[in-house]
């Protein structure tokens, strides 16, 4: 008996056929909406102004300040301009253990309620952060002659949008009879 391996000579046209058979998956954009390309552009700003300080400071030895403000600020855009992403696809921390052992009429009224909320906590946000550009948002950055407004009026660009997709998620678990809450697999594709 021997351990030698057989091998069988291969073409150069089977070799071919072989990368023919594995079809590239198709790309789809249209799962990504206004906020996502948003928070996107924020964060490579954000990446670049990194990218500068780091530079700047290890190998030029002579770091601009106002990079670290710019990333800073960036950064608090790609939260909150992010965080409507996560309403709009429910990815925000929940606890959905308690609606398991619910009847599906409570269940769905208590979800129908968190649903309100949302919305409630949403509009009161924006109220907030409105007030709080009226009263002082015209104080400049520290390391750039420009005003901070510029920031708030991205946080509550935030919070518009937010509002806006927990509304539409609102409209869609009415429709649907039922939200990630009462059924979780349906969100995650792990329910047929």
Not at 54 to 80: H, K, M, P, Q
Not at 129 to 134: D, F, H, K, N, S
Not at 177 to 183: F, V
Request: hydrophobic letters at 50%; glycine letters at 6%.
């Amino acid at each position: 008996m021997s351990t030698a391996e057989i091998h069988r000579q291969i073409t150069a046209d089977e070799i071919a056929h072989t990368f023919e058979e594995e079809a590239t998956p198709k790309v789809d954009l249209g799962i990504y909406a206004f906020e996502d390309w948003v928070a996107l552009a924020i964060f490579w700003v954000m990446a670049l102004a990194v990218f500068l300080q780091f530079f700047t400071r290890y190998v030029l030895n002579d770091s601009y300040a106002w990079t670290e403000e710019i990333a800073t600020y960036c950064l608090i855009g790609v939260v909150f301009i992010g965080a409507s992403m996560c309403v709009r696809l429910s990815r925000h921390i929940q606890v959905d253990l308690l609606y398991r052992y619910l009847p599906h009429i409570v269940a769905r009224a208590l979800s129908t309620v968190i649903d309100l909320i949302r919305i409630a906590f949403f509009g009161y946000a924006i109220k907030l952060v409105w007030v709080y550009i009226q009263i002082i948002g015209d104080e400049q950055m520290t390391t750039i002659n420009l005003p901070k407004d510029y920031v708030y009026y991205a946080v509550l660009a935030g919070f518009v949008l937010m509002f806006v997709r927990s509304v539409q998620v609102a409209i869609q678990h009415l429709r649907q009879g039922y939200s990630i809450l009462e059924r979780p697999g349906a969100y995650d594709g792990f329910e047929g």
